[in-house]
């Protein structure tokens, strides 16, 4: 972990996802470039409470916890309205939480379907309206989606999960052209495998022995190297940068 020179200085961050993975690094490494945090959910975390008083006496910032269900509407907005009124500015926002459905293609139920993509895409879309309405009032803010190489390559087993996120990169070319005129930039990341408990959990273990084989690295990505890469994203580092996808996979060929 690096200090980034403070590249996030006295900004405010919104990330989802936090509590574990590549969303719990993105708060210690957004926390280390200076960005205070408002920091999401689904449940309370009585590990995460502990790792954030630490990162809060460690780095002088401040981390505001939030926990809200991306599958309901209803609490986010709720969630909105309470940081809404708490927050004069909200410079940046990670889209980073989502889920993971695993089954092929003729034995994937509508139902999860349409749950996976409620979550993975319809609600973090409905969030991203929300919070554009504080970023255009300072005509300016960094949106960054974090989607999946799996969206590009289509991974057997996984039709709910790259379709959902490959709705991401599309919805970042849109947004990224809608709002790059208030100041707000919008781009996405495509992680490859990364050592987070959702990777291990959903990915055979001959699978990954033969993805990475085929890794100019020949290894899996650390959460926190995903984490360096949205930090400069999230930064005014990027000032020009919008309406990219960034691969960021270990050059898999």
Known sequence: MNNYNKILDNKTSLITGCNR??????????????????????????????????????????????????VDEIQIKNFYDNVNSKYEKIDVLVNNAGTIQNSLFQMTPLKKLKETFKINFFNQIYLSQLIVKK????????????????AIQGNVGRLAYASSKSSLITATKVMSRELGQLGIRVNSICPGLTNTDMMVNNTDKKILSEITERLNLKRIAEPDEIANVIAFLASDLSSYLTGENIIVDGGLT
Do not use: P
């Open 21 to 70: 993975g590549i969303g719990k690094s993105l708060v210690k490494n957004f926390a280390a470039a200076g960005s205070n945090i408002i920091a999401c959910m689904r449940k309370e975390n009585e590990e995460f409470l502990n790792f954030k008083k630490d990162l809060e006496n460690k780095f002088k910032i401040k981390i505001d916890t939030h926990y809200f269900d991306l």
């Open 135 to 150: 970023m255009q009032k300072n005509k300016k803010g960094s949106i960054i989606n974090v989607s999946s190489t799996s």
